[in-house]
């Protein structure tokens, strides 16, 4: 199944660049670049692409902004966003992560990590950053700039599901979720999706918020 990706940058040749490194996956298409938050959200409603490679500073309409209405349309809810952008600042991080997107990198990644990237998102699947990425996420979010949450939210989880979100809120994935918690993937993947429903969680980015939220992981 090919993964169909849409470009979201002010700048051409980033564009460009990406377009011609995604393109030349087999799995990957790109099916439309967008200059600013407007042009994309435009494109979303007839390019029905899967994933959106999204900046944070455009014209007219940033990507945060863009991430939220996106995540907000309920025609545009199989939209996945991974946030790729030159300004890795902690605030910026929530924020996206927050409004929605299912990831967060630098420009500076390398093509294959881009690439593994946009599949994960895609998939839903784990929350793509790097680990300094990740370590940002919890020391905002566990600063005054958080909005609190109630940890009594947990209780509504089961103990091998507190189990299985922690361990995804300190960056494993179902596959080493499983190998640790001696179970299937498949099984970790159920207990994930469950913990989403029952916690309200859009995707496994917004359960790993709730993680940090909640105290179930500290940074």
Known sequence: MTIRVLLADDQPLIRAGFRVLIDSAPDLEVVGEAADGLEALDLLRTTRADVVVMDIRMPRLDGLETTRRITADEHLAGVKVLV????????????????????????????????????????????????????????????????????????????????????????MSNDEIADQLVVSPLTVKTHVNRAMVKLDARDRAQLVVVAYQTGLVRF
Request: hydrophobic share 45%.
């Open 84 to 171: 790729v952008t030159t300004f890795e600042v902690d605030e910026h991080v929530a924020q996206a992560i927050r409004a929605g997107a299912g990831g967060f990198l630098g420009k500076g990644v390398d093509a294959a990590e881009l690439m593994a990237a946009i599949r994960t998102v895609a998939q839903g699947d784990a929350l793509l950053s790097p680990k300094a990425t990740k370590a940002l996420i919890g020391r905002f979010l566990t600063q005054r700039g958080s909005e609190p949450v109630n940890p009594e939210r947990l209780d509504a989880l089961t103990h091998r599901e507190r189990e299985v979100v922690a361990l995804a809120a300190n960056g």
